[in-house]
T-cell receptor, first 112, second 113 residues
Framework: DADVTQTPRNRITKTGKRIMLECSQT?????MYWYRQDPGLGLQLIYY???????NKGEISDGYSVSRQAQAKFSLSLESAIPNQTALYFC???????????FGPGTRLTVL | DQQVKQNSPSLSVQEGRISILNCDYT??????FLWYKKYPAEGPTFLISISSIKDKNEDGRFTVFLNKSAKHLSLHIVPSQPGDSAVYFCAASEMNRDDKIIFGKGTRLHILP
């Protein structure tokens, strides 16, 4: 079983709709992250959380919100989706030491 | 303002030869560097890392070199294999900050038969 899972894997929605992307992990890591990948732009950090009570904005948080429901769950919401939020979204986890991040398989979101 | 730059969007290398992927950074406070590999329809996976106290780290066919004075690092893959065809992301972080990792835009590596 995958250590970091994301649901849904693909989603098509319309402008103005509210969308929630969910991330769950079984690695027992305290730190969780949401990234966005656009073609040719690498991975951009949206929000990150170092524990259940800690939420921090990343590089491109406007238009997004997050909720850390438990150590294992970190969800990303688009309150009112717009077409330029069409992208690949990745969740990641890490331990609070200088170590690599473990990524989920990604969610492909299309906003029409 | 890009702090981590991968100036080659793509690279083609013959199977069996050496692949060299380059990365430049602008923030002299970065002290930990990572390479990730990404296949289509999958999330990135960690490949290799290097701390700024070292100038080389080797793991099997993969070696990362760090030149702090030039703010440059490179990933060498020897010998290149078909399964190495993927997008490679360079990333950097700063120890005394909040451990956020800054990613480059990626380089797509094609291994030619």
């Amino acid at each position: 079983d995958a250590d970091v899972t994301q649901t849904p894997r693909n989603r098509i929605t319309k402008t103005g709709k509210r969308i929630m992307l969910e991330c769950s992990q079984t690695k027992g890591h305290d730190r969780m992250y949401w990234y966005r990948q656009d073609p040719g732009l690498g991975l951009q950090l949206i929000y990150y959380s170092f524990d259940v009570k800690d939420i921090n904005k990343g590089e491109i948080s406007d238009g997004y919100s997050v909720s850390r429901q438990a150590q294992a769950k970190f969800s990303l919401s688009l309150e009112s989706a717009i077409p330029n939020q069409t992208a690949l979204y990745f969740c990641a986890t890490s331990e609070p030491i200088r170590d690599e991040q473990f990524f989920g398989p990604g969610t492909r979101l299309t906003v029409l | 303002d890009q702090q981590v730059k991968q100036n080659s969007p793509s690279l083609s290398v013959q199977e069996g030869r050496i692949s060299i992927l380059n990365c430049d950074y602008t923030n002299s406070m970065f002290d930990y560097f990572l390479w990730y590999k990404k296949y289509p329809a999958e999330g990135p996976t960690f490949l290799i890392s290097i701390s700024s106290i070292k100038d080389k780290n080797e793991d099997g066919r993969f070696t990362v070199f760090l030149n702090k004075s030039a703010k440059h690092l490179s990933l060498h893959i020897v010998p290149s294999q078909p399964g190495d065809s993927a997008v490679y992301f360079c990333a950097a972080s700063e120890m005394n900050r909040d451990d956020k990792i800054i990613f480059g835009k990626g380089t797509r590596l094609h291994i030619l038969p």
